[in-house]
């Protein structure tokens, strides 16, 4: 796959040839992550203002926990969370590239249409509402694909697969095709690390991430404090920082376009540093 690769953002072509960072606004009061739990209008603005500064141009706004056996909450209660946390998206940032985190199909055209949302990233590729893949070509704006074996309320369970790569890969090509019969020109792939996949299927998954280059689509890769890391070193979340740092270099140097993350800064460096050596081992 050729290193020039870009999506459609409003109209205008947005670069992946170098990878980018996008910062996560977590609007839920249960996530994994304690310390990325952002309630109040004033620990919103100052986590938007953190993402931004700190070098990511992207902001990837959740209201709906996916962590393992998350509670469910309906639409209503999602869309008033998002409501708060893009308000204060736009009010800072105007012209920032957002994305929303949702499953939903009326929780993406509320978003994109009340205040211009311009990339809508679904954990379920699309499983848990049949209509977001019609919603999505209708609205004309990028899609996250990700692959997910069940649901968040039972996805770790008892995760189990045949053959895991054949598997993830024809999961994330038959989407891809529907995707594109409906119009849909710019899919973005995650590989859904942490989403129905045991310790060792998430690193099985890393060690041919590279792979995905066939499809000849941008790749985003989420890892940020997971239990991928929590699990295999025996430490929290919050003490997952340096592990997320690891990972993030090596998904980096197997292709991904997009890191989402808590940790802004760190995995600005992180590019910065890959990118360096790119740049040296093409001088050689």
């Known amino acids: 796959m050729s290193d020039a690769i870009s999506i459609c953002i409003n109209g205008r072509l ?6 980018q960072v996008m910062g996560i606004l ?5 996530s994994f992550y304690v310390d990325s739990r952002m309630q109040t209008e004033a620990q919103i603005t100052a986590r938007v203002r953190q993402i931004i500064e700190e070098g990511a141009t992207m902001i990837d706004v959740g209201a709906y926990s996916s962590r393992p056996n ?4 309906g639409a209503d209660e999602e869309m008033r969370r998002l409501a708060d946390g893009l308000r204060v998206v736009r009010r800072e940032y105007p012209d920032a590239v957002v994305s929303v985190d949702t499953f939903r199909a009326e929780v993406a055209e509320f978003c994109v249409r009340d205040y211009g949302v311009n990339i809508i990233n679904d954990i379920s590729g699309g499983d848990m509402d049949e209509n977001m893949f019609a919603t999505v070509a209708r609205l004309n704006i990028p899609y996250v694909l990700m692959h997910m074996q069940g649901t968040p309320q039972n996805m770790q369970a008892a995760p189990h697969y045949e053959n895991l790569i054949e598997e993830v890969f024809l999961y994330l090509a038959e989407r891809v095709r529907r995707l594109r019969a409906l119009g849909v020109k710019d ?4 590989p859904g690390f942490g989403f129905g996949k045991t310790l060792e299927h998430n690193y099985q998954l890393l060690s041919v991430m590279e792979e995905l280059r066939i499809f000849e689509l941008p790749v985003l890769v989420g890892i940020s404090r997971k239990s991928m890391i929590t699990q295999l070193l025996g430490i929290s979340s919050e003490n997952a920082l340096n592990g997320t740092t690891v990972l993030n270099t090596i998904a980096l140097l197997k292709g991904a376009h997009i890191l989402r993350v808590h940790d802004v800064r760190q995995a600005m ?3 910065r540093i890959v990118q360096q ?6 001088k050689l």
């Open 26 to 30: 977590n609007l839920t009061p249960d």
């Open 269 to 271: 460096e992180a590019v």
């Open 187 to 190: 899919i973005i792939l995650d």
């Open 70 to 73: 998350a509670e469910h909450i």
């Open 14 to 19: 947005f670069d992946l040839s170098e990878p």
């Open 277 to 282: 050596l790119k740049m040296e081992h093409i």
